[in-house]
């Protein structure tokens, strides 16, 4: 076999491949970000971090825990930006760069709008895509939206699908991919909780006080387009009349970044002296907060996820997850967004434990993975591509 110095540009004098990585968002960030650190660690191909900038600084300060800086950052967000603009932007933005700078794959993650344009843009090219965190299926157009469309269009042009877990695995046979383009691989938010769990990074400030007494808190946090106006107001009345019910517990609740549902919380749960309204919490805060509360309370993809390998309680706002797994472990909790019924279920949870140990507890075996899933795809791409 050729003998090749991995290092440098290869043998003959032929550049490295180049791997383009792009994201918009914060959970992109989190969870490409022990993807980046393995490319770049084997040091065989060229990767640069193409931002789309759908996050402004909720995706800088997620890449920033990880000592990363976008190579390139396309800034497309504003204010209130609409399905249609980013969508547009993304795609015109990744597309161009790729016409002044080709790479050889695009590797893109779950099921954002930056997900799909950025796929769209390297498919009108001819250009592979891999899709990590490939085969999410909620069987419902409507939700979450537009995720469920995102993720089932980026998994029909995907050239590499890294499914999570076997139930994504067999969604993605079911549709009909071709058996050798999957991949399982666990999914890499547990990498990134691995990379991440052994600092004790609790969140500063005077702010933080009323959960630094070791007062039992709830963890809370809701951003689906889905959810906002209505549904995110009953969950914060719920929020309310759990409080009201257990005077011991506090209320943790670290706010998206969007208006639309800040609006909606300030003014449920704003000037509560039990409640820490606050900003965006970095991600080793996050993770701290998820580790120290006594249940957590969201709509989010990622914090159930991250809740199942921590073996604690999570209540989804949602009708439906893509993420069977999490139930199935029994520590996620469907819910929905009716008031009454999140309120008694968080009621219930508090106050009984012989219901609460049968959930909590460190999870023994991670449906989720085992925190090496970069390394398994990288060993993938390296296979197909560094050839
Ligand atoms: C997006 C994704 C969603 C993902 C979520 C992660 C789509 C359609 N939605 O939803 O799948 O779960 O990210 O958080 O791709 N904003 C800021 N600063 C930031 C980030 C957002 O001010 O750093 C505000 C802006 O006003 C922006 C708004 O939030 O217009 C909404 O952002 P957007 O990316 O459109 O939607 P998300 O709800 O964040
Ligand atoms: N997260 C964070 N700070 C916060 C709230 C969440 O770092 O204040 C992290 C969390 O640990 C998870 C990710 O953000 O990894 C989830 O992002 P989000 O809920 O915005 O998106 P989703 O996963 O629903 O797409």
Known sequence: MESVNLNSPR??????????????????AIKMAPLILELRRRARASVRVVATGQHSDMLNRALEYFSLVPDVNLSVMKDRQSLDYITASV??????????????????????TTTLSASLAAFYRGIPVGHVEAGLRSFDMGLPFP??????????????LFAPTDAAMKNLRNEGAPPERIFVTGNTVVDALRMTLDGDSAPVGQDMAPIMDGAPFILMTAHRRESWGAPIERICRALLRVLERRG??????????????????????????????????????????????????????????????????????????????????????????????????????????SEYDAIAGRCRLNPFGDGYASARIADVIERDLLV
């Open 248 to 353: 011991e517990c506090r209320a943790l609740v670290p706010m998206h970044r969007n208006p639309v549902v800040r609006d909606s919380m300030r003014g449920i749960l704003g000037g509560d002296e039990r409640i820490i309204l606050c900003d965006p919490l970095d991600y080793p805060s996050f993770v701290w907060a998820l580790a120290n509360c006594r249940i957590i309370i969201s709509d989010s993809g990622g914090v159930q996820e991250e809740a199942t390998a921590l073996g604690k309680p999570v209540l989804v706002t949602r009708d439906v997850t893509e993420r069977p797994e999490a139930l199935e472990r029994g520590s996620a909790i469907l819910v929905g967004t009716d008031a009454d019924l999140i309120a008694s279920r968080a009621d219930r949870l508090l106050s009984d434990p």
């Open 91 to 112: 795609l015109r933005g990744v597309g161009e760069l790729l016409d002044s700078n080709p790479a050889d794959v695009v590797l893109v993650h779950g099921d954002t």
């Open 11 to 28: 043998a003959g004098g032929a550049e490295k491949k180049k791997i383009d990585v792009v994201i918009g968002t914060r959970p992109e």
């Open 147 to 160: 995720e469920e469309m995102n993720r089932v269009v980026v998994d029909r042009i995907a050239r590499w």
